[in-house]
């Protein structure tokens, strides 16, 4: 419960303001570690150690975004990659979203199966919010560098789905 305090304290309706990244909860958010992940990102991706702690910096900020957001977000590239193999720790994942988040962050990638007008739309407005945090909040590096929309597999468009999962992903 306080976590969500935490989280509603630094939610704005629109746009997470540069003040979050600053604040206390952005704070615990990169206080985190789990070497295992850094460990993993390294083979995976081919990346080096320097590489794959800027990376995992860069998906902690992501991971900070989707609780404090009221919005749909969808992230670049290579963080999205990052956060496939943060989710295949499943216990640790399960445990990171409930503590940090005050929620399970749902993934949810835009592939291909659920292809309706609604779907297209909060693909692109999830795009869309993402470069506007990034803008906003002026994260920079290589990491955060967005392509332009595509499916998860080929470009990183894959959803955080506030709120719980999106209509494409109910059964």
């Known amino acids: 419960m306080q976590t969500q305090t935490a989280i509603a304290d630094v939610a704005t309706d629109s746009l997470v303001s540069a003040m979050a990244l600053r604040s206390a909860l952005y704070q615990k958010?990169?206080?985190?570690q789990f070497k295992p992940l850094l460990v993993r990102l390294q083979r995976e991706l081919g990346i080096r150690?320097?590489?794959?702690?800027q990376l995992f910096t860069d998906l902690k900020t992501w991971m900070f975004l989707c609780a404090v957001s009221d919005k749909p977000l969808s992230p670049p590239k290579i963080i999205d990659e990052a956060w496939h193999n943060f989710v295949l720790f499943t216990k640790e994942y399960a445990s990171f979203?409930?503590?940090?988040?005050?929620r399970f962050v749902h993934?949810?990638?835009f592939d291909g199966v659920c292809?309706?007008?609604?779907s297209e739309s909060t693909?692109?407005?999830a795009h869309?919010?993402?470069l506007n945090l990034i803008a906003s909040l002026g994260l920079s590096g290589k990491n955060w560098l967005m392509g332009s929309s595509s499916s998860c597999c080929d470009g990183g468009n894959c959803s955080n789905s506030p709120g719980g999962c999106s209509h494409c992903s109910e059964g």
């Open 29 to 32: 958010f990169q206080g985190y």
């Open 49 to 53: 150690a320097e590489e794959a702690q």
């Open 97 to 102: 979203c409930q503590g940090f988040c005050g």
């Open 107 to 109: 993934h949810v990638p």
């Open 115 to 118: 292809q309706s007008e609604e």
């Open 123 to 125: 693909r692109t407005s």
């Open 128 to 130: 869309q919010n993402t």
